[in-house]
């Protein structure tokens, strides 16, 4: 089945640095979107950008641009996110989750998700 | 970018009951591109409903959804045990995809 497998919580200081992986199982990584959402602790959920996989562009959301940048490795059907000089509003959990066919007529939903990184950012 | 507005806030309900949570946009969704989750407290959300009223694989038929243009309606039947978590509605028909806040639904 279609799974999204993500790397371990990190505890990180303000200003540092912070990549989480997702490995894609279950599909051919290359021909779907996959994208970035995170949540802030009990709060809602705020999309950040997407990839695509198989050329390696990407779009992302206005507050992001200049701080985040989503990579991929084919080779191991992994997605990568890095945040850079964290702040403390960055302490989230973050999801990567798969969108449309990169072939498809029109959108198509997300799913389905990985389980979620913790990122602590704390002095 | 479309914002979503959720209502209520937090639904209390009993087990059994039907739930009716509303999902309006700041402008038309385009082409209907309105979708569903459920979140459980520590766990990712689930797909429930996408093109405003189609369930996703394995979803019970008591999750039914309706709308169009830029007011969207989720309804739970009849609520299981199960049922009791926060729904979230998004639209991604535009960039950004945007996500509302939530509807807690509690006992």
């Known amino acids: 089945q279609v799974q999204l497998e993500q790397s371990g919580a990190e505890v990180k200081k303000p200003g540092a640095s912070v990549k989480v992986s997702c490995k894609a199982s279950?599909?051919?990584?290359?021909?779907?979107?996959m994208h970035w959402v995170r949540q802030a602790p009990g709060q809602g959920l705020e999309w950040m950008g997407w990839?695509?996989?198989?050329?390696?562009?990407?779009h992302y959301a206005q507050k992001f641009r200049g701080r985040v940048t989503v990579t991929r490795d084919t080779s191991i059907s992994t997605v990568y996110m890095e945040v850079r000089n964290l702040r403390s509003d960055d302490a989230a959990v973050y999801f990567c989750?798969?969108?449309?066919?990169?072939?498809?007529?029109?959108?198509?939903?997300?799913?389905?998700w990985g389980q979620g990184t913790l990122v602590t950012v704390s002095p | 970018e479309i914002v979503l507005a959720q209502s209520p806030g937090t639904l209390s309900l009993s087990p059994g009951a039907r739930a009716t949570l509303s999902c309006r946009a700041s402008?038309?969704?385009?082409?209907?591109?309105l979708a569903w989750f459920q979140q459980k407290p520590g766990r990712a959300p689930r797909l429930l409903i996408y093109?405003?009223?189609s369930r996703a694989t394995g979803i019970p038929d008591r999750f039914s959804g309706s709308g169009s243009g830029t007011d969207f309606t989720l309804t739970i039947s009849r609520l299981e045990p199960e049922d009791f978590a926060v729904y979230f509605c998004?639209?991604?028909?535009?960039?950004?995809?945007?996500f509302g806040p939530g509807t807690k639904v509690e006992i």
């Open positions: 989750v798969r969108g449309s066919r990169i072939l498809a007529r029109g959108p198509e939903p997300f799913d389905p």
């Open positions: 279950g599909y051919t990584l290359t021909d779907y979107y």
């Open positions: 990839i695509n996989p198989n050329s390696g562009g990407t």
């Open positions: 402008q038309s969704v385009s082409g209907s591109y």
């Open positions: 093109g405003a009223s």
């Open positions: 998004q639209q991604y028909g535009s960039s950004p995809q945007t």
